[in-house]
């Protein structure tokens, strides 16, 4: 019997292990073992204040304690590695990240690579030439509403040590900038129903230009970069840059690049193309 490689996916920024539920049963069906890991201070290890509840306290939410603070890039590396550890007793390891979660799969390459046999971005920042909040700046980027995100931040960041986001707000127009970014091709339920899986805090700690891929040991693992052709959070045209930047890295091992159609969650919530795609990879 052929020893399919076991699927292990990150996810991103104020997300967690459940959002790939729909996709992992999809990949079940397809005969494909997979773990979605919670990264530090994620899933059930989140902090959801009462204040966060209905009716919300906005005040006592900017004050409150989150279990994230003091969460490192270096910690969420070591829990991703920790679960490579035990997938890799069972045969092959894809490692797929999306989002944020590039950025924890991008360290976990460069520290242990003998525990990926392919990596997968999906639309998922993969740091080469600059640093993550340095791509922000760029012109790829001009197009995203940062000013909307940012009315919807709660309390003071350095304070708390942490990003927390109300992603319960009723603000309509909170709520269809998060809908353009992110679920511009969703219903709105589907984009309410996902919003409610979000977490509102996340950690400060993107990384630095020594957690960028690094040519020696990120740079020969087999690698897949999944774009997603309406993303409007990740743009197509910051996907594309990263993609050339690593390829410029390591011409000798570029990335195989397929494209989904559709936006920043299209893919988690109708999961069955995405699915049908990284089964595709576990075969070869």
């Known amino acids: 019997m052929q020893n399919l490689p076991t699927f292990v996916f990150v996810h991103g920024a104020f997300a967690n292990s459940f959002s790939f539920a729909p996709l992992q049963a999809e990949l079940a069906l397809l005969g494909h073992r997979s773990a979605a890991v919670d990264l530090p201070g994620h899933g059930f290890e989140a902090t959801f204040p009462a204040a966060y509840q ?30 490579l550890e035990q997938a890799k007793q069972n045969g092959p390891t894809i490692l797929v990240a999306h989002s ?29 030439d600059l640093d993550v909040s340095d791509y922000y700046a760029q012109p790829e980027m001009a197009d995203l509403d940062a000013g909307a995100f940012a009315a919807t931040l709660v309390g003071n960041p350095a304070e708390l040590g942490l990003l927390r986001t109300n992603f319960r707000t009723a603000e309509p127009a909170a ?21 409610n899986t979000f977490q509102p805090d996340e950690n400060l700690d ?38 050339r930047e690593a390829d410029e890295l390591t011409p000798d091992n570029p990335f195989d690049v397929r494209t989904l159609e559709g936006s920043h969650l299209q ?6 193309p995405a699915a049908e795609l990284l089964a595709n990879l576990a075969a070869r």
């Not at 939410?61 to 590695?81: F, Q, W, Y």
């Not at 460069?110 to 639309?123: F, Q, W």
């Not at 969703?186 to 309410?192: I, K, Q, S, V």
């Open 54 to 83: 209905a009716p919300q306290n906005l005040d006592a939410l900017a004050a409150e304690p989150g279990s994230i603070k003091g969460v490192t890039l270096a910690d969420n590396a070591a829990r991703v590695i920790e679960c």
């Open 100 to 128: 944020r979660g590039g950025i924890t799969a991008t360290a976990v390459a460069n520290a242990r690579p003998e525990l990926i046999d392919r990596i997968v971005y999906v639309s998922a920042w993969c740091p080469v």
């Open 175 to 195: 709520l269809a900038a998060f809908k353009r970014a992110f679920a511009a091709d969703l219903t709105d339920d589907e984009f309410r129903a996902f919003l």
């Open 206 to 243: 993107a990384g630095t230009s020594a957690d960028r891929a690094q040519a020696t040991t990120w740079g020969r693992i087999p690698k897949t970069y999944v774009r997603l052709a309406a993303d409007a959070s990740i743009p197509p045209a910051m996907q594309d840059r990263m993609i």
């Open 267 to 272: 893919w988690l919530v109708h999961p069955k």
